[in-house]
């Protein structure tokens, strides 16, 4: 059996492809490894796990940061996610002539509800491949959170879970803390 060949595609090409309108506006498609990738759906715990991240990390780090949510990042030649929240460099022009890189990125997070095999597979191995040094994975349902550190050509050489009961702080500001569970759904509702 003969394998076919894939020919993958650049960013600058998927770029060019954006531009032209080959994708609906409302099509939900980002570049992993050279392929065209749909996103899942949007549930609405993952939309509220994102937005109380961004509230937390927001009012923990003012002005240290910019927080981007569900925008682009360049990783390399072949690959441009769109992570649920990426946490990087504050930019004056916003990233609005460029999508940030691995050297302005200080956190890349994905909330799982439907996801977390790709997230922790596939997007951990490119954010790893790329020198994300902080990678972290929200796991909603299991009330988890996967930490992905000290990246190598191999993958994340680190990788703990903890639970809802755990505090967390960026790599690159370990003076802040905040508790896993701040990022989940309270446990009475």
């Known amino acids: 059996m003969t394998l076919l060949e894939i020919r993958l595609l650049t960013v600058e090409e998927y770029d060019r492809?954006?531009?032209?309108?080959?994708?609906?506006?409302?099509?939900?498609?980002?570049?992993?490894?050279?392929?065209?990738?749909?996103?899942?759906?949007?549930?609405?715990?993952?939309g509220a796990a994102i937005a109380r991240t961004k509230i937390l990390l927001d009012n923990r780090l003012v002005q240290r940061i910019f927080v981007r949510l569900q925008d682009?990042?360049?990783?390399?030649?072949?690959?441009?996610?769109?992570?649920?929240?990426?946490?990087?460099?504050?930019?004056?022009?916003?990233?609005?002539?460029?999508?940030?890189t691995a050297s302005e990125i200080y956190l890349i997070i994905e909330v799982a509800d439907t996801t977390l095999r790709t997230d922790c597979g596939i997007k951990a191995k490119i954010y790893a491949e790329s020198g994300i040094a902080d990678y972290w994975v929200l796991d909603v349902n299991n009330r988890q959170l996967h930490v992905f550190r000290e990246p190598s050509q191999?993958?994340?050489?680190?990788r703990v879970i903890l639970a809802d009961d755990a505090s967390i702080s960026l790599l690159q500001f370990p003076?802040?803390?905040?508790?896993?569970?701040?990022?989940?759904?309270?446990?009475n509702y």
Request: with cysteine; proline share 9%.
């Open 175 to 187: 003076d802040c803390y905040f508790l896993v569970s701040d990022m989940l759904r309270p446990l």
């Open 72 to 100: 682009p990042v360049r990783m390399n030649n072949y690959s441009q996610p769109e992570p649920d929240i990426s946490v990087v460099i504050p930019d004056p022009l916003y990233y609005e002539d460029h999508h940030p």
């Open 154 to 158: 191999d993958g994340y050489q680190s």
């Open 17 to 46: 492809m954006t531009e032209i309108g080959i994708f609906d506006e409302d099509e939900r498609v980002e570049l992993l490894a050279g392929q065209i990738v749909k996103m899942a759906a949007k549930g609405t715990a993952h």
